[in-house]
Every structure is written in structure tokens, then in C-alpha cells.
């Protein structure tokens, strides 16, 4: 594998050396910058153009999902979208996961988790996938499920774009949603569940399932099970 550049914006000194120690276990992981507040952090971002840069969400001056905001816009103005973005925080309220996506964070991470797991989160959101740490799938899950049609046609929440996805994403949404059935299969693939166990559950055939996958996978635009889990969320399927 190619060396991963991280920069880690932490502003608790303890946990910016462990973050730092953990990481540098990885020979291709290269730590080439900190920051201990979010100005400092922003400008690392814009000069050193890291592969993935862990942030603190309660950083002293401007919490890290305003700085997540403030250099998603800036990527967006340069074209240059290669930095990749993993909330790392003690915070796993429902307001806190929501915002961090709707500013753009690529993966949004607990600070107790293991370090096998943040090593393995660092390098998948690196290769252009998403990652969910299993302390808040339940969160993303019950979100997502908010605004599909229920049993009887109607609609079980209100649906709000976050500006988080690309237009041909948000189009192809529109003009194809996820049914009702295919929530179903989706929820159990975020649950950790396999073809042959997402069939059990639901009655179906692994056929009927596979089938099922495909259709998500190609109407969120994404090309693995993780990431249309956050796709769904990051497109505005939230009330």
C-alpha cells in the first residue's frame, strides 16, 4: 500500500501523542502535521493536502464540524477533493453523527475505539469507501428510515438535502428511490448481515437478494455495502 499522509487536529495534548502513537504502529501511515485548535488545523488542511485528517469535534475556537464545513467548501471552490475526513469524538448523540455527515465528514469514529479499528477506518475512508463505527450505525439507520414511504404509500418523514452528495447523485435519488424492501435489505446489510442471512430474515432467495443489493448499490452510485449505508444518509434521507 502507498503512504497514507495524515494530519491529526486534537487540542488534548495526551490524546493527540496516543492518536499519533496508534497510528504510526501502520509503517504506510505517515503523520505530517498536527494542530491543537481548528485555525491552525484549517490551514494545515489547505497547505499540506494530507490523505485523511482525524478531527476533535469539541476543538477550543470552532468545533470540528465547522471546520469539516468550512474545508469541504474550500474543496469545493479548488476542485481538489483528495483529503479525507474522520470525525474522531466522545459525542455519539444523534445530532452530533447527523451534523458531522451533513458537513461532509467521510467517517465519524468514537475515541475509545480500538486501535486495529481506527487504523482500519483511516485506511478505508483513504481508498475512497466509508466506514461506520458500529456505535452509531443504529443512529444513521434509524435516519435513513425516517423518510421512506411506509406500508400504506405515505411518507414517514420529511426529506432534507444536506448538500453532502453529488447533483447526479441527488438525481438519480429522485428519480429512483429505494423501496420499501430494498430499506429492508439495507438496514440488515448495515446490521453486519450476509446474503444468505439477509434472505432468511426477509423469506426471500439469495437470488431475490442479490438482486435486491445490486439496485441499491446503483441507485445510491456507490459500489460497496458500507458505503451506500452512508450515502443514504449524506444525500438528505433524514427528517
Request: hydrophobic share 40%; glycine share 6%; charged share 25%.
Amino acid at each position: 500500500m502507498s503512504e497514507i499522509k495524515v494530519v491529526v487536529i486534537e487540542d488534548h495534548n495526551l490524546t493527540r501523542i496516543g492518536l499519533r502513537a496508534a497510528l504510526q504502529t501502520q509503517a504506510e501511515m505517515k503523520i505530517v502535521g498536527e494542530a491543537s485548535n481548528a485555525r491552525e488545523g484549517l490551514q494545515l488542511l489547505k497547505t499540506l493536502h494530507p490523505d485523511v485528517a482525524t478531527i476533535d469535534i469539541g476543538l477550543p475556537d470552532m468545533d470540528g464540524i465547522e471546520l469539516t464545513r468550512q474545508f469541504r467548501q474550500y474543496q469545493a471552490q479548488t476542485q481538489d477533493y483528495a483529503t479525507k475526513l474522520l470525525i474522531l469524538t466522545m459525542q455519539n448523540s444523534d445530532e452530533a453523527v447527523l451534523a458531522a455527515f451533513a458537513a461532509g465528514a467521510d467517517s465519524y469514529c468514537m475515541k475509545d475505539i480500538a486501535t486495529e479499528k481506527l487504523v482500519e477506518a483511516v485506511k478505508t475512508i483513504h481508498t475512497g469507501s466509508s466506514w461506520i463505527d458500529p456505535a452509531i450505525a443504529d443512529i444513521i439507520l434509524q435516519q435513513i428510515r425516517h423518510d421512506f414511504p411506509d406500508r400504506n404509500g405515505g411518507i414517514t418523514g420529511k426529506r432534507v438535502m444536506i448538500n453532502a452528495v453529488d447533483p447526479e447523485v441527488e438525481k438519480t435519488l429522485e428519480t429512483y428511490p429505494l423501496t420499501e424492501r430494498e430499506m429492508d435489505v439495507l438496514e440488515l446489510i448495515v446490521s453486519g448481515c450476509d446474503n444468505a442471512e439477509i434472505a432468511q430474515k426477509l423469506h426471500l432467495t439469495i437470488g431475490t437478494v442479490k438482486t435486491h443489493v445490486r439496485s441499491i448499490l446503483s441507485k445510491l452510485c456507490v459500489a460497496d455495502r458500507t458505503q451506500a449505508a452512508v450515502r443514504a444518509l449524506r444525500a438528505g434521507l433524514v427528517q
